[in-house]
């Protein structure tokens, strides 16, 4: 399958290396990251081991063919940028999956892009940015694709076989939108704490100040959703929190690295969506408000 993986940091470099087995991929990213894979390759360290020659540009001009699958694997404030810069080389053809973290990534793909050429996707694996063409897979995980209007289809099952032809094991989901939802309320819970206080994830649950934190965070954010007609609960979620807490507790998050390296981060379009959210519902958001206003403050 010809792929384009557009925003190639830690998850999309990761998926990058394991589709690249099998199917023709070029990975888009920041100059430094693309110059060292051009020159030595792409390596993935951790729990895969990979290392390979894959295709890397700074810009969709120097792609040459028209992919059948782009994989949005930018930060959430970028996709608006990502993706009018992507229709230079998609057609009505090509299904664009978001592989993204946050709650409005849709919302901005679909402004620009037909809603029915979107598929959804979520993953638990973890993986950081060690430096320039290496990469370190810290968390075995799952991930689940799914149409938006929750049908199982030709294109959806295609995707999710090739998926897991290349290691990356992967499911269908009837609702994504929810799955979406589940993967936001774990990111709320563990990314500002490790990025306020600049530990690996697995340190949530050594400290146990920090992990009751995280059970009140998980809390609030679990009220903020079901005031949207969510279905989950407060027990099943605390524990897939703790669940990937533990599974890739050697992993530094996304967070704490754009703090580390003075990125912005993405605490808008995760903590900061379910504030908005929350007070249209006159639910508490006294928690997700000091969490998105400390990390701003870094």
Not at 70 to 77: A, G, M, R
Not at 192 to 218: D, H, S, V
Request: charged share 25%.
């Amino acid at each position: 399958m010809k792929i384009v993986i557009f925003g190639a940091g830690a998850i999309g470099s990761l998926f990058g290396a394991l589709l690249y087995k099998e199917n023709n991929v070029v990975l888009i990213g920041r100059k430094p990251h693309i110059n060292a894979i051009k020159k030595n390759g792409l390596k993935i360290q951790g729990k895969t081991r990979l290392n390979v020659k894959i295709d890397a540009e700074s810009s969709f001009n120097s792609v040459s063919f028209t992919p059948e699958l782009l994989i949005l694997t930018v930060k959430s404030y970028d996709t608006k940028a990502a993706i009018l810069q992507a229709r230079k080389i998609i057609t009505d053809d090509t299904i664009v999956l978001s592989l993204q973290n946050g709650l409005n990534n849709i919302d901005k793909i679909s402004k620009h892009i037909n809603f029915e050429r979107i598929i959804a996707s979520v993953t638990t694996h973890g993986a950081y940015f060690s430096k320039p063409g290496v990469i370190k897979h810290t968390g075995m995980g799952i991930t689940v694709l799914g149409e938006l209007n929750g049908k199982k289809t030709k294109r959806l099952d295609r995707i999710v076989k090739l998926f897991n032809q290349v290691g990356i094991e992967t499911y269908d989901s009837k609702d994504i939108l929810k799955d979406i939802w589940v993967k936001t309320i774990i990111n709320s819970s563990i990314n500002p704490l490790t990025a306020i206080f600049q530990c690996k994830n697995g340190y949530l649950l050594k400290n146990p100040i920090l992990e009751r934190l995280l059970e009140m965070i998980c809390e609030e954010s679990v009220n903020i959703a079901e005031t949207q007609g969510i279905d989950i609960s407060y027990s099943d979620m605390l524990a897939k929190t703790k669940e990937v807490v533990k599974n890739t507790s050697d992993n530094y998050s996304s967070m704490v690295q754009s703090v580390i390296n003075r990125k912005k981060t993405e605490i808008d379009s995760i903590n900061g969506k379910l504030i908005e959210i929350g007070k249209k519902s006159n639910v508490s958001t006294f928690l997700n408000e000091i969490l998105v206003n400390t990390v701003k403050s870094l």
